[in-house]
Structures are given as structure tokens and as C-alpha cells.
């Protein structure tokens, strides 16, 4: 993941990079990626605004261990309010 601090915006924007190498199929990179912007989703209103975050994905895991993952990336990166 990675982040840059935006003052000129009040709300974060967020991008999911999935390389063709990571997965061939585009039905299963949007799979992910939907995924993770459902995790997003519901982890908006505990992120602080004012940030352009990008999340590359590099292996494919289960949804459980794919929102833990996520999650502890938010918190290592201090995104949390």
C-alpha cells in the first residue's frame, strides 16, 4: 500500500492495483478488487481524510484474512482516526 497525504481534499480517494501476473482472469481481478473496496467501504468512517491511498495486490487470499490484512495496513500506515 501505498499513501500521500492530500491536503486539498476533506475525504481520502482510494485505488486496487491487481497485475495480470497476480491474476489472469479479469473476472477474478474485479472479483478482488470489489472485495477490497467493500473493505474500504466499511472502513471509511474510522480513516482520516485527506489522503490518496493506493493498494497493489500480490497474492490472492480469503476474504477473512484479505479484510485482516487491510486492516492492519490501514492501522501500519497511522490512517486511523
Known amino acids: 500500500m501505498k499513501y500521500i497525504a ?10 486496487v492495483v491487481i497485475s495480470k501476473k497476480v491474476l489472469k ?3 477474478k481481478r474485479n472479483r478482488v478488487r470489489r472485495r477490497i473496496y ?3 467501504r466499511l472502513e471509511l468512517p474510522h480513516i482520516r481524510g485527506g489522503f490518496d ?9 480469503p476474504y477473512s484474512d484479505l479484510r485482516t490484512a487491510v486492516k492492519q495496513l490501514f492501522s501500519q500506515a497511522g490512517l486511523y482516526k
Open 6 to 15: 492530500n491536503p486539498r481534499r476533506r475525504h481520502g480517494r482510494f485505488s
Open 25 to 27: 482472469s479479469a473476472v
Open 38 to 40: 467493500e473493505i474500504v
Open 53 to 61: 491511498v493506493v493498494i497493489m495486490v500480490v497474492l490472492v487470499m
